[in-house]
Nanobody
Framework: QVRLVESGGGLVQAGGSLRLSCAAS????????MGWYRQAPGRQRELVADITSDGSTRYADSVKGRFTISRDNAKNTVYLQMNSLKPEDTAVYYCNAPINLHDYWGQGTRVTVSS
C-alpha cells in the first residue's frame, strides 16, 4: 500500500524557520512531480511548491525567496524548507505525488506562525 507521510510541522514565531518532510513508502514503480500544498482555515487548498524528478521547481508567488523545495529520489522523499515565516503561512500543509499513475495525498501537518 502506497503512503505519503509528512513530518516537521509545529509552532514557530514570525521570522522563524521550519523544515517539512514527506516520505513515500510502499510498492513504488513510478513517481513524478512531488509537491506541497496548504490549506488555511476558510480558504481553498493552494499549491505552495512542487518539484519534478529532474529537479525543476515552481513556487507560489507568496513564498518565493522564502521557501525551498527539494527531493531525494533515492529515498522518495520531498522536503520544504520554510524561512522567514509569516503569520499568513499558518495552515495545514499537505504533500502530494502521483505514484504508479494514482494521485496520493499525505495526512497533513499543521504549521502555526505566531506574530
Amino acid at each position: 500500500q502506497v503512503r505519503l507521510v509528512e513530518s516537521g510541522g509545529g509552532l514557530v514565531q514570525a521570522g522563524g524557520s521550519l523544515r517539512l518532510s514527506c516520505a513515500a513508502s510502499g510498492s513504488i514503480f513510478s513517481i513524478n512531480a512531488m509537491g506541497w500544498y496548504r490549506q488555511a482555515p476558510g480558504r481553498q487548498r493552494e499549491l505552495v511548491a512542487d518539484i519534478t524528478s529532474d529537479g525543476s521547481t515552481r513556487y507560489a508567488d507568496s513564498v518565493k525567496g522564502r521557501f525551498t523545495i527539494s527531493r531525494d529520489n533515492a529515498k522518495n522523499t520531498v522536503y520544504l524548507q520554510m524561512n522567514s515565516l509569516k503569520p499568513e503561512d499558518t495552515a495545514v500543509y499537505y504533500c502530494n505525488a502521483p505514484i504508479n499513475l494514482h494521485d496520493y495525498w499525505g495526512q497533513g501537518t499543521r504549521v502555526t506562525v505566531s506574530s
